[in-house]
């Protein structure tokens, strides 16, 4: 019963997440057919592959064929089974398989570190960060000068470090993906999608720089190579043609240093309970993509056990979002002081999810390749979804949770 509650849930909270993003929201999306479960675009069929579509409904019809692992089993005018890919909520058991129009999935086969995997990592990078910058990485108050000067008020790689749970996956999905398909489709995309190193980035059209790919991808643009993606030639030629790049992850921060022309570091933040708070009910409660984050024995009473404060503890390195933006530190203190100079530099802008349309007004007044965001009033906004979709919660998931937030030692 949890289970199907679950998958109820689930389905209740995309179809609100769908409705509460309104027409502009929408069309933001690419679709002008307006909110809910049935407004889905025509799919882009594979040329290679009869009979099977890329990923993004309706969407990135220029960029070309997508890699074998991403094409999904479609007709032109049949909703496309999308069952294999990632869904949006990330639910332990994924609601029935529908075109979303939100367009966030995972290629075929990708399997999501567990808990244990993803705090080696972070320590590891935490580490490596250390070693090669001398200490704790810190951004130049006033930026560096690039081989490439920016032009226009645009940058030609826009590096999203991804902090969890504030509000960023929404970032992703319906600004940036926005901004790079409409760079895309009018000046033409950067790289070919099945071409190497590409085709095993698991954020296409974005570039990886998650725990999966970014040291790969990191080693690309630092040796410049292969020279048609990284080299530094090519990149002055494709920022001069208008060619964008856009990349997410929590590890991006370091990789401008390598990148030759115009780049900006972005990054969403949120309160810091709150932004806690989401992250215990999406990984521990609701067990959400695939409960990655769940101990053997967990999966096997099909529960999470722990409580706000020994989930907390349990997740180690990946509770400190400020290890993301000021890699390298010696302790927490020098840590927190080092990302605060940090968003404070000519390098980086920031959005707090609590004025999330503030931020994105600025984002849109600032550099030219997001104006898209300013043609429209900010009142149909999608904070609301922002702040809650991707929880799924079932009904006894929610009742726990509020009892939990009733119990004054927990939350003192």
Known sequence: RERRDARRAASMTADRAFAS?????MAMLGSSEGAGRDARPVPVLSKRFPGYAAPFSGRFERIGEWPEHWLVKCSKHVVCEQSHLGAFLGSRDAPAPYASPLGHGLPRGFVRPDQARINEFISTWDSNARQAH???YELPQAGKAKMVAMAHNSAYFYN????????GSYFSIAVLMEALE???EHHGYPYKLTHEPVSHWITLPQVDLTQTNVKETYTHFQEGKPEGIF?????KQMYEEGKRMFGKGQFGMGLCEVIHAPCVYLTVLRDPVERYLSHYKYSCLAGSEGA???LPEWKELDRCPLDPIEFMDYLGPNLDWTIELAPGAKNAQERMETAKRNLDSNCLRYLILEKYDDGLDKLGATYSDFFFLNKEPAKERHNEKAKNAGHGLSEGEQDRFDIYMKNQTIVD
């Open 21 to 25: 993003l309104g027409e502009r929201g």
């Open 182 to 184: 409409r760079s895309g």
């Open 160 to 167: 999203f470090v991804h902090v969890p749970k504030a509000g």
């Open 292 to 294: 990655a984050q769940w």
């Open 231 to 235: 080299g530094p030639e090519n990149t």
């Open 134 to 136: 001398g200490g704790v």
